[in-house]
């Protein structure tokens, strides 16, 4: 297939690259395209035309989209980017080199500059920098016929038109309606008559991922977008949500394992490791603080060697655990199932299940300690650590997100290594702290 | 909020319920409802009629709503659950006991009765589970202006009319057309000459996680799914796809922690513990190979007694290098980002990233190890082994995950348990073996 699209690109078959396009879905056909070179991408552009190629170059990979820019004559770059949708061109120019940057932005017409330059000043994950200024609207006091004639001239270039924004002459937000009223209403009806008038919307400024909340809350296929004078900038449709929503699970899961959100699976060997060795010399630091732990221990250890051997059990457990109860309670936060008020109670349920997980797992791996060493001190000791070690994870896998999201920061950064510290450290004190106590004092020897 | 609401409901003041409903989104009045007993919310129903409360009921959590149908008269019932979108109803009548199903299909229609049964008989993660059947459809030969009329007719009961599937007198799927065609296209043209005849769909028993993947690919607002003749039997919508994409990560998520997905933040204390206990013992199990590792080195730990404080932190930096290889690379399986095939690159990449970050951290380790201890054959040694078990880690997080998928199993499914097992007990093992070896060889006493 691939090598095909590359013979007929290098060849000039116009009238098989637009059955190409034809055939396929632009997602496929954009697949395809990302195996070839910037400059046979920009090649295929050229042959049929910007306005063929549009919808298969958007979903082509950013980075392949990037360098394909710069191979394209001025002429067709500019058409190009002049027909993007604004959000997916400013998210372009935002990522291009200085020199890129001023050569696009000047061959375009002012308006099109001004809403490029304004979009690219939205932080990076508010609703600002997620939304269109492609969207479909209408006023109050048009007719449903004259509306949908509106509609009909206004598609071609909008994002969606199945929810249209109605708004005043200041374009402030004053109603909604779904393509569907209109096509149910009666031709003659003002807009004003059917439109919803409680309009739920957010704020451009808005955090993305609150945005995404409330979307799947309601179920909603658009978004409306204001700013503080509650004037319509933009929409958030549904499938940047699905976006958000894959980079909202990927960015949690990689806080809880520490690693860098910019890790991707594509990310070079090099890059790779400067991005991990942060987080192991961070991990590395908590670790320092277990060992100087067991080293004060020494002595004990030195006459009783068994315990070397059963201390990585009490810690590794509780580590288990103490991950356990940390990611019910970072999800529970993320999907919006608890909020920081009222969390007494996740904080007492999350301990109470470490204890009597702690006094199950324990007294079973006192029993098998018993098998192996015939030593019921030793078994106690086993049992009380471990149910002790399961409550400070319990406690700390709840405690640690549910503090970081008091703070306002992310429940999930930097938690696992808190809750880590707190097990591993947990584990060595009390088993070999109890150790001490009741095995010198109480038996000679082991 | 909810007392006013609990007293027009015991009031039975129907209007103020009407405006209750009228003013919020469904969605939000449904979160009020949800603070009422089954009773309560029965009572709502009963005083608005089926009809209005419909679409706040659908938004009621599913528990509740379940409860509700018991308290519910047999007229009101009925017209409820015929009322209810066919995905949802099938749902609910799933999760009824043996008694309230049998007395909620006998009040059915025939046909609403067979659609329910045929709808709960999918696997719970099939497309079929997930579809409903209240799609939108014409007939090629049909005109745009009567496509319109027909479209008015079929709105009200429909999921969605914004996608318009075409399909033959067999039901076969032949097209698909936007609303969006529709408004743009001259009245007096046959749909079939404005549809889209390359339809993009899903089979009925296809996996709803590849469903998700390819709905997100496509940006689609709904796909159609179709049984083994390609007669089209449903539709999946986005909103679902938000549901299911929500799932698919709480899932990821839960299994790399060693959590049954079965477990919420709202979970019961003993059925929290009966839920986490099994998957700590599967730890304990792994604990266990690695303190026998341990016991195995008896001796040498008796001498140096400062492997014992050192030890732990080979073993912890590995667990967390190979967390991090892991939650990559369950990642990017899930995101589809790569396959089975070609993952040799990926195992290369991972092993590499462990070696160089070892060869990094491990040096770093020996440098403290040294300002501690003053000897340079105890930080060669932890130079050697860190490095070495960040390998392991690097080699294991990739490995594990891949081979559960060329298993067909899902990668994160018990892979932290495999991976933690590689370095704790590879972390030992390198670290006590090369101590054995070299301190006792070289060195008298430490």
């Known amino acids: 297939m691939v090598e095909k699209l590359r013979e007929a690109i290098h060849s000039g078959a116009r009238q098989e690259l637009l059955e190409f396009i034809e055939e396929l879905h632009p997602a496929d056909a954009a697949e395809q395209l990302a195996s070839l070179s910037p400059r046979e991408v920009a090649g295929f552009i050229e042959l049929i035309g910007p306005s063929e190629a549009l919808f298969t170059f958007e979903f082509v990979p950013f980075e392949l ?15 190009l980017i002049s027909l993007m949708s604004p959000d997916d061109r400013a998210d ?20 099109e500059r001004q809403n490029i330059l304004k979009l690219i000043t939205y932080p990076d994950d508010s609703a600002g920098a997620y939304m269109t200024t492609d969207y479909a609207f209408l006023h109050p006091e048009v007719a449903i016929r004259e509306a949908l004639n509106q509609l009909r001239l206004q598609a071609p270039r909008k994002e969606t038109i199945y929810y249209v924004y109605v708004v005043d002459h200041s374009r402030r937000l004053t109603g909604i309606v779904s393509l569907e009223d209109l096509i149910m209403g009666r031709p003659d009806q003002p807009v004003a008559e059917i439109m919803h008038t409680n309009v739920i919307s957010v704020r451009v400024d808005d955090d993305i991922e609150q945005v995404a909340k409330e979307m799947t809350h309601y179920d909603f296929l658009a978004m409306p977008v204001v700013d503080p004078d509650q004037r319509l900038v933009g929409i958030i449709t549904y499938d940047d949500i699905f976006d958000v929503m894959n980079e909202e699970a990927t960015e949690d899961m990689y806080l809880l394992a520490n690693l860098d959100t910019d890790e991707k699976i594509t990310t070079s060997l090099p890059q790779s490791v400067k991005l991990r060795v942060p987080w192991l010399l961070v991990n590395l630091c908590t670790a320092l603080v277990a060992s100087y732990t067991v080293s004060q221990f020494s002595e004990t250890i030195s006459r009783y060697v068994v315990l070397a051997s059963l201390m990585p059990i009490v810690a590794g457990l509780g580590g288990n655990a103490g991950t356990q109860s ?24 999350q301990t109470g299940v470490g204890l009597f997980s702690g006094l199950i797992c324990g007294l079973i791996m006192g029993g098998i300690a018993y098998a192996w060493y015939a030593n019921i001190w030793l078994s106690l000791i086993l049992w009380m650590a471990m149910t002790a070690n399961l409550i400070v994870a319990g406690l700390f896998g709840a405690m640690v997100p549910i503090t970081l999201r008091r703070l306002n920061l992310d429940p999930a950064l930097g938690s696992s290594v808190f809750v880590t510290m707190a097990t591993d450290t947990g584990g060595f004190l009390v ?16």
Not at 92 to 111: G, T, W, Y
Not at 435 to 445: A, H, M, Q, V
Request: glycine share 6%; no cysteine; net charge positive.
């Open 65 to 79: 989209q990037k360098e394909t820019l710069k191979e394209l004559p001025r002429a067709i770059l500019k058409q």
């Open 92 to 111: 372009l120019v935002e990522e291009l080199d200085e020199e890129s940057r001023e050569r696009l932005l000047a061959l375009l017409m002012k308006a």
């Open 326 to 349: 940390l990611t019910v309670v970072v999800r529970a936060l993320a999907l919006g199932e608890i909020d920081i008020r009222g969390n007494s109670r996740v904080l007492l349920k």
């Open 431 to 446: 088993f070999l702290g109890l150790s001490s106590l009741l095995l010198r004092n109480i038996l000679g020897t082991l």
